[in-house]
């Protein structure tokens, strides 16, 4: 894991119950951060509180249903009232509804939307505020290759995750003058909960077209994560690393 000094920094990660977003916290956790967790699951968000608080750092939880405007205010004011500031935010919640796009029903399409779009840009306009305020912060996004390359079955994840790159390069743009970068991470074929249940001949193909022969693991997420709110990573903004063994080669 990559190691960066984060003491003192506030680190605020939705969709971080499980999954990459978990291990995005675990890592800011371990560099020093205060990290509030956002997921929709109080049993899994106990779990994840409980996990992450075994390695001594501030660690707060909230549900947050990360579409919903009030929800999303409320949950960033809770995390200024108790902490003064949010320096670093990761956008990670995300879901999917796959189906094909003759068969994709209207709610199949606007969940997807309201939770991998809609959510991103709630949390970045509220926690730009205070960021704005002290001229500093660090906001990364997480998408997918597949919103550059597109896949069968994936009309509204695909179309979510290309709607959050261009989000993610406007963003950079509009608030480089108050010193906060706006980045993204777009992770290939990772080994989560949420790969495991796709069918074995999908990850058989998604496995033999990848060059370097094995599936991500979150930690190379994670660390791609610690990179882009690093001091080190200052003089980068509006950029979208594919993190997938090469399979956008």
């Known amino acids: 894991m990559i190691s960066v000094d984060l003491k003192d920094r506030v680190a605020l990660v939705t969709g971080a119950t499980r999954g990459i977003g978990l291990g995005i916290a675990k890592a800011l956790v371990g560099n020093g951060a205060k990290v509030s967790v956002v997921g929709t699951s109080q049993e899994r968000l106990d779990a994840a509180v409980e996990s992450l608080g075994k390695f001594g750092a501030s660690v707060d939880g909230y549900i947050c249903n990360v579409s919903v405007t009030n929800e999303v205010e409320s949950t960033v004011s809770s995390v200024l009232s108790k902490h003064g500031q949010v320096d670093i935010l990761v956008n990670c919640a995300g879901i999917t509804r796959d189906v094909p796009l003759g068969a ?112 991500g693991q979150v930690d190379d997420i994670a660390n791609a994560v610690m990179f882009f709110v690093s001091d080190e990573a200052s003089f980068i903004t509006g950029q979208i690393l594919t993190v997938d063994g090469g399979l956008t080669r």
């Open 104 to 215: 994709m029903k209207d709610d199949q399409w606007d969940d997807v939307i309201a939770i991998n779009l809609r959510g991103p840009f709630l949390f970045t306009r509220a926690c730009s505020k205070p960021m704005r305020r002290v001229r500093k912060g660090r906001i990364v996004n997480i998408t997918s290759i597949v919103g550059m390359m597109g896949n069968k079955g994936q009309a509204n994840y695909s179309a979510s995750k290309a709607g959050l790159i261009g989000f993610t390069r406007t963003a950079a743009k509009e608030l480089a003058g108050k010193n906060i970068t706006v980045n993204a991470i777009a992770p290939g074929f990772i080994d989560t909960d949420m790969t495991a249940v796709l069918p074995e001949v999908l990850k058989n193909e998604m496995l033999s077209r990848t060059p370097l022969a094995r599936f």
